[in-house]
C-alpha cells in the first residue's frame, strides 16, 4: 500500500496570509493526486487533481504542485471559509488518504 | 446539479448487517465508476471500495473485503453497499463519492454521508 503523509497536522494562519500544506508519498504516484477540503460536520469538497489542476468554481488563491513523491497545496492569501481540515489522496495504485491537515486561524 | 444523497444508517450490534443506499442526479450513473469511501469519528477518509461503470470490476479494502457487497442499478440511479459481520470498527460516516470515467481518478461529487454505529 502507499502511505500518504502529511504535514503539518496542524497549521495556525493569520488570515490574508499564505499557507502551505505538504503531502508526501512513500513511493512515486506520479501526478495522480488530488487534495478536498473538509469542513466540520460536511462531506470532503475536490479542490485539486492531477496535482495541479484546480476543480470547478475553486478559487484560484488555491494552487497545487510536485510530483512523483512531493506535494503541496499553497492557499495564497487565507479567507475566513479556508480554516477547514484538508486531505491528499493518491490515485495511482488504488486510493490512499492523508491523515489530514487542520488549518486554523491564528 | 450532481447530487448524491445516502441513507440506510443507523445503529447495529456487532455481527449484524446494514445496507446502504446512495441515489444519485444529474449525472449518468453508468457512464462514472462509484466509491464507497467511510470516516471513522474524529479520523481520517478510509476508501473502501469501487465498481466500475459498466458494473463488471468491483475491488474492495482489505478491511471490509469478503463482508460487504457493493452494487449498481442504473435503471434506479443507484449504488449500495451490502454490509454484513459488521465489527465495532466499522462505526463511521459513509460516503457515496463519484469517480471518473475510467478506473482510478479522483472523487469529484461526494454525498452528505450516513453514520452507521456498530454497538452492543
Known amino acids: 500500500d502507499i502511505l500518504m503523509t502529511q504535514s503539518p497536522a496542524t497549521l495556525s494562519v493569520s488570515p490574508g496570509e499564505r499557507a502551505t500544506l505538504s503531502c508526501r508519498a512513500s513511493?512515486?504516484?506520479?501526478?495522480?493526486l488530488a487534495w478536498y477540503q473538509q469542513k466540520p460536520g460536511q462531506a470532503p469538497r475536490l479542490l485539486i487533481y492531477?496535482?495541479?489542476t484546480r476543480a470547478t468554481g475553486v478559487p484560484v488563491r488555491f494552487s497545487g504542485s510536485g510530483s512523483g513523491t512531493d506535494f503541496t497545496l499553497t492557499i495564497s492569501s487565507l479567507q475566513s471559509e479556508d480554516f477547514a481540515v484538508y486531505y491528499c489522496q493518491q490515485y495511482n495504485f488504488w486510493y490512499t488518504f492523508g491523515q489530514g491537515t487542520k488549518l486554523e486561524i491564528k | 446539479q450532481v447530487q448524491l444523497v445516502e441513507s440506510g444508517g443507523g445503529l447495529v450490534k456487532p455481527g449484524g448487517s446494514l445496507r446502504l443506499s446512495c441515489g444519485v442526479s444529474g449525472f449518468t450513473l453508468s457512464d462514472h465508476y462509484m466509491s464507497w469511501i467511510r470516516q471513522a469519528p474524529g479520523k481520517g477518509l478510509e476508501w473502501i471500495s469501487y465498481i466500475s461503470s459498466s458494473g463488471k470490476n468491483i475491488y474492495y479494502a482489505d478491511s471490509v473485503k469478503g463482508r460487504f457487497t457493493i452494487s449498481r442499478d442504473s435503471a434506479k440511479n443507484s449504488v449500495y453497499l451490502q454490509m454484513n459481520s459488521l465489527r465495532v470498527e466499522d462505526t463511521a460516516v459513509y460516503y457515496c463519492?463519484?469517480?471518473?470515467?475510467?478506473?482510478?481518478?479522483?472523487?469529484?461529487?461526494w454525498g452528505q454521508g450516513t453514520l452507521v454505529t456498530v454497538s452492543s
Open positions: 463519492a463519484r469517480g471518473g470515467t475510467r478506473s482510478l481518478t479522483w472523487f469529484d461529487a
Open positions: 513511493q512515486s504516484v506520479s501526478s495522480n
Open positions: 492531477d496535482a495541479s
